[in-house]
């Protein structure tokens, strides 16, 4: 048995779906969760209840924390925390590993353009500061022989069903499906790296199958070639065939912004990230398992497939 924490996510799904080359037997476990193919057993819990997370794990080999919470720093600052050690404490109980699907938010600005696992750790915002906490919880945890486990680390990600996920999904591919304009942060020909959930949720299953990759932090193989704002929405438009019309917001935008809208308010502590080039290497992964990304290209010619083509 192997169970997903937060199974209704994009990655979650792409994971549920991954697992099925190690194992027949899959748990899905959030507050509502929906199967993926047909046969997972199904368990609704509160990841905030330290029995019901407990519950959740009972049984499993491996325990996959792909939990997503709404993007507001007092959130997180507040749930994170307790989840991180609800699910480190079941999976000590339990003898269950434990894989973490993280962020990059937590390291320095410094760490651009080439962000590596030995990046400097030194957030740049309050949600930074807060995944800096509960990976080196972790960690820690991990060291002391408290449990076995390891962090799959991805930059921002793309790819089929990442409505309300993917900020490429909701600034390029969606306005570009129904003819408006794009949109783009700060600086256009910077280049920024996406990791394609895909890519993630198969390399996260190979990880957490893999007993050697264990204690350690993993970035998930992403494309180290990655276009300027510029070049991904006229490569998306070019496979949506339609023009592409876009807008560059500008820092003082995004500020003014964030006097109205929560989640503007929220995206401009990331400002580092998208005025210069953001590209996230995964290096340790591809030597290791000989195995690499999706090209930008065939990544964004599946998403359009699988969700735009109907449009």
């Not at 945890?141 to 990442?162: H, M, V």
């Not at 953001?278 to 690499?292: A, N, R």
Request: hydrophobic letters at 35%; glycine letters at 8%.
């Amino acid at each position: 048995m192997q169970t997903i924490l937060g199974s209704g996510g994009a990655i979650g799904v792409q994971l549920a779906g991954a697992l099925r080359t190690y194992t027949d037997e899959v748990r899905l476990v959030s507050r509502n969760p929906k199967t993926v193919k047909g046969d997972e057993e199904l368990m609704s819990a509160d990841l905030t209840d330290a029995e019901a997370v407990e519950e959740s794990v009972k049984g499993s080999e491996v325990a996959y924390l792909t939990v997503g919470l709404s993007y507001d720093h007092k959130v997180w600052k507040t749930t994170w925390p307790l989840i991180m050690n609800n699910v480190i404490e079941a999976c000590s109980k339990q003898g269950v590993k434990l894989v973490f699907f993280d962020n990059n938010y937590m390291y320095d600005a410094s760490a651009m353009p080439r962000m590596t696992e030995e990046s400097p750790i030194h957030p740049e915002g309050k949600k930074g500061l807060v995944r800096a906490r509960i990976a080196r919880r972790l960690m820690t945890a991990s060291e002391q022989g408290q449990l076995q486990a390891l962090i799959a680390r991805a930059a921002d990600f793309y790819g089929p069903s990442t409505q309300n996920a993917s900020i490429l999904t909701e600034l390029v591919f969606n306005p570009l499906s129904k003819g408006k304009k794009a949109s783009w942060m700060i600086n256009d020909e910077t280049r920024h790296a996406f990791t394609f959930t895909p890519d993630a949720g198969w390399a996260t299953a190979l990880l957490g199958n893999s007993e050697e990759a264990y204690g350690q932090i993993w970035h998930l193989p992403t494309a180290d070639d990655p276009p300027t704002g510029r070049e991904w929405i006229e490569l998306i438009a070019d496979e949506l065939n339609v023009a592409p019309r876009y807008r560059v917001y500008s820092s003082l935008m995004l500020t003014v912004g964030g006097w109205f809208n929560k989640q503007v308010r929220e995206l401009k502590e990331l400002d580092y990230q998208h005025d210069r080039d953001y590209i996230f290497h995964s290096d340790k992964f591809e030597d290791t398992f000989d195995l690499h990304p999706t090209p930008y290209l065939e990544g964004v010619r599946q998403t359009v497939i699988e969700d735009y083509s109907g449009d």
